[in-house]
């Protein structure tokens, strides 16, 4: 029991710590936070109508999310946040260019 003690209390002074607010404080923490908002986007438009689906666009944002994860695993130091935010994405797009297709090509009864 002991030892749960202390592991909780290095976690809490982690968690608090310098290091912490620093991270928690900067660019490298607040960008993928709020770039999450496209895949979380994305995904929520999967519940809809394949026909409002933009093939351009979820093209683009393929293409975008793919040189973004590069880039997470590129700047030092790597940025996993910003990389696990844009797999997501490129995940999510991909679904949506798979319901695009099947609609506009290969559905016959949306012809």
Known sequence: MASNGGAGRKLFEYLTGKEMRQYLTSAHFWG??????IPLAAIADTQ?????????MTLA??????????FALRVKPKNLLL???HFTNVNAQTIQAIRFLKYHYFDESSA
């Open 32 to 37: 993928p936070a709020v770039t999450w908002g």
């Open 83 to 85: 990389f696990a935010c």
């Open 48 to 56: 809809k109508d394949a026909q409002l689906i933009s093939g351009k």
């Open 61 to 70: 944002l393929i293409l975008y999310s793919s040189a973004f994860m590069r």
